[in-house]
Nanobody
């Protein structure tokens, strides 16, 4: 099993940057794909970015491509999401999620979830 805890959220202005971190515990982390999803108030949860267990080519939603970067450090059991050029529409609760081996973009393919961290971008 994998336990996940997100951190790094906060209130920023449009154009600012934030770095979210997902700390994982559990002996299967190094063989887990990790993804970030987000859910804005009144909207469905949506895919943001994902990285496989081997840190191969990551996946990004079109809405964040070129602005967000996902990375992992298996030695530290962490996956970070660097978010640059933030926009008000990026405001949401951000969740990290884990599944075995390969990254996927659908939330129902992930078995483990963190509690989420709030990101608010003011205009």
């Amino acid at each position: 099993q994998v336990q996940l805890v997100e951190s790094g959220g906060g209130l920023v202005q449009a154009g600012d940057s934030l770095r979210l971190s997902c700390a994982a515990s559990g002996r299967t982390f190094s063989s887990s794909a990790i993804a970030w999803f987000r859910q804005a108030t009144g909207k469905e949860r949506e895919f943001v970015a994902a990285i496989s267990w081997s840190a191969g080519s990551p996946y990004y939603a079109d809405s964040v491509k070129g602005r967000f970067t996902i990375s992992r450090d298996n030695a530290k059991n962490t996956v970070d999401l660097q978010m640059n050029s933030l926009k008000p529409e990026d405001s949401a609760v951000y969740y990290c999620a884990a599944r075995y081996l390969a990254a996927r973009t659908r939330s129902n393919e992930y078995n483990y979830w963190g509690q989420g961290t709030q990101v608010t971008v003011s205009s």
